[in-house]
């Protein structure tokens, strides 16, 4: 008997209970841990860093009405008038690197453990929630390891152990935790466009002796990168993504490979840009931010960014899918207004080729260089 699936099969996003990236400090006071996590978030400014904690406040009224107050210098302060769940606390982390969270008051899926004696019923308390230390912090000279935690944890002496004032080392480890999450890339190549003013399939022109969907494709993988095509139609060839979100264009295949894989950058590579070579490739690799949504070619002398010369990092899915629900669906409007890493180059490099008195002009240019890839 088939078992009945109420739900779509979908890749699930890698997740913690909060978060993408996220470790859980329990073991001392509030006062301590938001110590820490303040002293080692100087030390780490490169990534995007959160804190979740709890309010300690008191005898809090009701809210009537949810607030969002701005600064200029980009400040927030929130009031709401609901409690937030886990999928919305996902969505509200879904931009930043790593997560801080107050043990004390919430679980995560990695801790840091303060031995701190005067803690010692608190830690017995939430036992159960060590289950994956990362590493122990010894608060004073006083500190020892419980009984119970060696009973339940016999290794946990053998575990990298820091004094809480040695900032420079808890920040290199929870540094080394971020970067070890840092997502591979996949590379998808656009094709199967309507080629409306070329008036033939811009994807199978030839200016390099073959498709230049090929020489696309060719152009990443010499550069390690495991890379597909994007294609309207469903088939059965294992390096091709079809689109799932219809009628989008390049959106949609953005948002079709984001949805085959979310886990994984995609550096997303148009077929009518035929001056884009292995240096250009390389230098986009080499500044690629994965802290930003994506990092994209802009020419010198353009005004915005190139989206289909991006590599669009998986925080850039959820801020698409957002884009979606209000009626847009345009990747270039999305890098515009996101948090992205700009990558100049000539102009001449990103020159879209879209009709055949173009593609005659490009084609004697690449033979005049004598050009091959």
């Given at each position: 008997?088939?078992?009945?699936?109420?739900?779509?099969?979908?890749?699930?996003?890698?997740?913690?209970?909060?978060?993408?990236?996220?470790?859980?400090?329990?073991?001392?006071?509030?006062?301590?841990?938001?110590?820490l996590v303040h002293a080692?978030?100087?030390?780490?400014?490169?990534?995007?860093?959160?804190?979740?904690?709890?309010?300690?406040?008191?005898?809090?009224?009701?809210?009537?009405?949810?607030?969002?107050?701005?600064?200029?210098?980009?400040?927030?302060?929130?009031?709401?008038?609901?409690?937030?769940?886990?999928?919305?606390?996902?969505?509200?982390?879904?931009?930043?690197?790593?997560?801080?969270?107050?043990?004390?008051?919430?679980?995560?899926?990695?801790?840091?453990?303060?031995?701190?004696?005067?803690?010692?019923?608190?830690?017995?308390?939430?036992?159960?929630?060590?289950?994956?230390?990362?590493?122990?912090?010894?608060?004073?000279?006083?500190?020892?390891?419980?009984?119970?935690?060696?009973?339940?944890?016999?290794?946990?002496?053998?575990?990298?152990?820091?004094?809480?004032?040695?900032?420079?080392?808890?920040?290199?480890?929870?540094?080394?935790?971020?970067?070890?999450?840092?997502?591979?890339?996949?590379?998808?190549?656009?094709?199967?466009?309507?080629?409306?003013?070329?008036?033939?399939?811009?994807?199978?022109?030839?200016?390099?002796?073959?498709?230049?969907?090929?020489?696309?494709?060719?152009?990443?993988?010499?550069?390690?990168?495991?890379?597909?095509?994007?294609?309207?139609?469903?088939?059965?060839?294992?390096?091709?993504?079809?689109?799932?979100?219809?009628?989008?264009?390049?959106?949609?295949?953005?948002?079709?490979?984001?949805?085959?894989?979310?886990?994984?950058?995609?550096?997303?590579?148009?077929?009518?840009?035929?001056?884009?070579?292995?240096?250009?490739?390389?230098?986009?690799?080499?500044?690629?931010?994965?802290?930003?949504?994506?990092?994209?070619?802009?020419?010198?002398?353009?005004?915005f960014v190139e989206p289909l010369?991006?590599?669009?990092?998986?925080?850039?899915?959820?801020?698409?899918?957002?884009?979606?629900?209000?009626?847009?669906?345009?990747?270039?409007?999305?890098?515009?207004?996101?948090?992205?890493?700009?990558?100049?180059?000539?102009?001449?490099?990103?020159?879209?080729?879209?009709?055949?008195?173009?593609?005659?002009?490009?084609?004697?240019?690449?033979?005049?260089?004598?050009?091959?890839?």
């Open positions: 008997m088939t078992k009945h699936q109420k739900h779509t099969n979908l890749v699930k996003k890698n997740n913690g209970i909060h978060a993408t990236n996220e470790v859980a400090i329990l073991g001392s006071n509030c006062g301590n841990i938001s110590q080692v978030s100087e030390k780490i400014t490169e990534f995007k860093l959160a804190y979740f904690d709890a309010s300690h406040a008191k005898d809090v009224a009701e809210n009537r009405i949810s607030e969002f107050t701005f600064h200029h210098e980009g400040n927030l302060e929130v009031t709401t008038t609901g409690p937030v769940n886990k999928y919305q606390q996902r969505l509200d982390f879904a931009q930043h690197d790593f997560v801080f969270i107050n043990g004390n008051h919430y679980r995560g899926v990695q801790q840091a453990l303060i031995l701190d004696t005067a803690k010692e019923s608190s830690v017995l308390k939430r036992l159960e929630q060590l289950d994956n230390i990362q590493f122990v912090i010894r608060l004073n000279d006083e500190s020892q390891y419980f009984d119970f935690l060696v009973e339940k944890y016999p290794n946990i002496k053998e575990l990298p152990s820091y004094d809480f004032e040695d900032i420079d080392a808890i920040a290199n480890h929870f540094k080394s935790l971020i970067e070890k999450e840092i997502p591979g890339i996949k590379g998808l190549v656009l094709t199967g466009g309507k080629s409306t003013r070329m008036g033939t399939d811009k994807s199978e022109l030839h200016y390099y002796n073959k498709p230049q969907k090929n020489v696309a494709k060719q152009l990443l993988e010499n550069n390690g990168i495991t890379t597909y095509f994007s294609v309207q139609q469903s088939s059965d060839y294992d390096n091709e993504i079809h689109d799932t979100f219809l009628n989008l264009g390049p959106f949609g295949g953005i948002c079709s490979a984001f949805q085959q894989d979310p886990n994984s950058a995609w550096f997303v590579l148009a077929t009518d840009v035929p001056f884009v070579d292995n240096d250009l490739v390389i230098e986009l690799l080499s500044k690629r931010n994965p802290s930003k949504a994506a990092t994209a070619i802009k020419g010198k002398g353009k005004e010369i991006t590599i669009y990092e998986p925080k850039a899915y959820p801020i698409l899918l957002q884009y979606l629900a209000q009626g847009y669906s345009c990747p270039r409007k999305m890098l515009i207004n996101s948090d992205v890493e700009i990558v100049e180059v000539d102009d001449a490099l990103i020159r879209n080729v879209n009709t055949p008195e173009e593609y005659e002009s490009a084609l004697n240019e690449i033979r005049e260089n004598t050009k091959i890839i």
